[in-house]
């Protein structure tokens, strides 16, 4: 039986790799789970109430890009938080979480060829997994560029061969940056708008972290195109639920672009969408549209960030994260270090060559390991000071 090739050279996902490097070892503490960006911190209590509401809606197909409220509500949110105004019915679309929409997005926006050659797919390196597969799926080239300390943990796409860029057809970017917490600056959205302007591509502005930041929000993809007058679809935005109100479970995400990527999004749906239940759309529609619990959640998160600050002061290489919830700390072998960890006191950790791709020989995540801050705060500075006893000191 055949199987398709373009899948052959997939690396195993990261926490079935993870498993197999620390399972069959026994830890040497209480275990601490800070492997997985999965917020463990309450959730609204008005949400479980809400569903029950409306829990006849489990009665009836629910509908497929957001019901008329979801989509208001994530209409709002989008004017509130980035200052622009959003059709909810041309322009935005309710996601069963965004992994689906990183991914399908790229099956109704990417052509079989950019300029007559193969398109590429531009992917910060390391990447969240969806990005590569996506890309694959299409039958595009994924070009990993490296995120590392000397290009300010965001991908440089300005250096790229203009060959590579005149086929390109979508660029991937994370911010705050998945492992490493940096933020793209206006300046820095800025040069990529007039970049893919230039040279004709969309971006995938993948902002799942934008609500956990330590003073300043970071600033928006749609708010500097809207600045620029850049074509509306130009930019394609993503964010959820998972991370700004604790609801990984829920699966409620946002894509939001120009109206003629809205259609092509909404037809393939059509074909292929697992759209949220009813009830559950009820609820997210309500958490969209309240912030209360968002400052709440942010300040218990900036109460890590200083209990992270407090355990590696003075820590060579210790680069604070501006926002998200993960700290991207460097070692020497990011394995070694992981099980090292694992075995010596029971706090579970990812190796970052896990969350990157080697190119021309090398990972940029080998160095490092990633922990996110998803316990609570007391845990958070037992399990830190453990690490630095363990790994620095």
């Not at 990261?14 to 070892?25: C, I, Q, T, V, Y």
């Not at 559950?280 to 209990?307: I, T």
């Not at 926002?323 to 990011?334: E, I, K, Q, S, T």
Request: charged fraction near 20%; aromatic fraction near 10%; glycine fraction near 8%.
């Amino acid at each position: 039986m055949n199987f398709p090739e373009r899948f052959a050279n997939l690396p195993a996902y990261a926490f079935p790799r993870l498993r197999a490097l620390l399972d069959h070892h026994k830890p040497g503490g209480d275990v601490v789970h800070m492997t997985i960006g999965e917020p463990k911190q309450k959730f609204p209590q008005w949400v479980t109430d809400v569903i029950v509401e409306n829990a006849a809606g489990f009665n009836s197909y629910p509908p497929n890009d957001g019901s008329d409220e979801l989509r208001a509500a994530i209409s709002g949110w989008i004017s509130r938080r980035y200052g622009v105004e959003m059709d909810p019915a041309t322009q935005i679309m309710a996601l069963n979480g965004t992994r689906e929409g990183l991914y399908n997005a790229a099956m109704a926006l990417c052509p079989e060829q950019k300029n007559g050659q193969k398109p590429a797919i531009l992917i910060p390196n390391p990447f969240y997994q969806v990005y590569m597969v996506a890309s694959l799926s299409v039958g595009a080239e994924p070009v990993f560029v490296s995120a590392t300390a000397e290009t300010g943990h965001l991908p440089d796409y300005e250096n790229l061969p203009p060959d590579v860029l005149d086929r390109t057809s979508i660029a991937y970017i994370c911010s705050p940056a998945n492992p490493q917490g940096a933020v793209a600056s206006r300046d820095y959205w800025q040069r990529l708008i007039r970049l893919a302007e230039k040279h004709d591509f969309r971006i995938f502005a993948d902002e799942c972290y934008s609500e956990i930041y330590r003073e300043t929000a970071p600033v928006g993809a749609l708010t500097v195109a809207q600045e620029m007058g850049a074509n509306p679809e130009r930019v394609v935005l993503f964010n959820s639920l998972s991370k700004r109100s604790n609801l990984p479970g829920l699966r409620s995400g946002l894509i939001a672009t120009g109206p003629e990527n809205m259609k092509r999004l909404k037809q393939l749906r059509a074909y292929s969408g697992a759209p949220l239940p009813g009830p559950l759309q009820a609820a997210a529609a309500r958490v969209w549209a309240d912030e209360a619990h968002v400052v709440e959640n942010r300040a218990l998160y900036q109460e890590k960030y200083q209990v992270a600050d407090a355990v590696f002061a003075g820590l060579e290489g210790y680069m604070p994260p501006e926002a998200g919830f993960f700290l991207w700390l460097p070692v020497a072998d990011g394995e070694a270090a992981a099980l090292k960890l694992w075995q010596e006191t029971g706090v579970r950790v990812l190796p970052g060559a896990y969350l990157a791709q080697g190119a021309a020989g090398e990972n940029p995540g080998t160095g490092y390991i990633r922990v996110a801050l998803v316990t609570s705060a007391e845990e958070t500075r037992v399990a830190l000071t453990a690490l630095r006893r363990c790994l620095y000191d």
